[in-house]
């Protein structure tokens, strides 16, 4: 059972930065792929980034590519998405995610609000 805890999120204007943390329980954080999704208002929740349990594969939409980095720290049990360029558009309430094989966890998410 793993637990997952994002924090991080907040108001901020467009072209600023937000970072997001996401604290994880359990001792086998590395063996899980980790992932960012968002949901905006009256929108299907969408994939963001990936990273793998090794941190030195990571994959983007291309919405965020070049503007998000994901990364994380198995020693600390904990990934991050540090966001800059924020546009509007940007606003949802983001979830981490950890998948191994068929077996996912997920956070209660953490909203980001980009204002113009």
């Known amino acids: 059972q793993v637990q997952l805890v994002e924090s991080g999120g907040g108001l901020a204007q467009a072209g600023g930065s937000l970072r997001l943390s996401c604290a994880a329980s359990g001792r086998t954080f590395e063996t899980y792929t980790m992932n960012w999704f968002r949901q905006a208002p009256g929108k299907e929740r969408e994939f963001v980034a990936t990273i793998s349990g090794s941190g030195d594969s990571t994959t983007y939409a291309d919405s965020v590519k070049g503007r998000f980095t994901i990364s994380r720290d198995n020693a600390k049990n904990t990934m991050y998405l540090q966001m800059n360029s924020l546009k509007v558009e940007d606003t949802a309430v983001y979830y981490c995610?950890?998948?191994?094989?068929?077996?996912?966890?997920w956070g209660q998410g953490t909203q980001v609000t980009v204002s113009s």
């Open positions: 995610n950890a998948k191994l094989w068929l077996i996912n966890y």
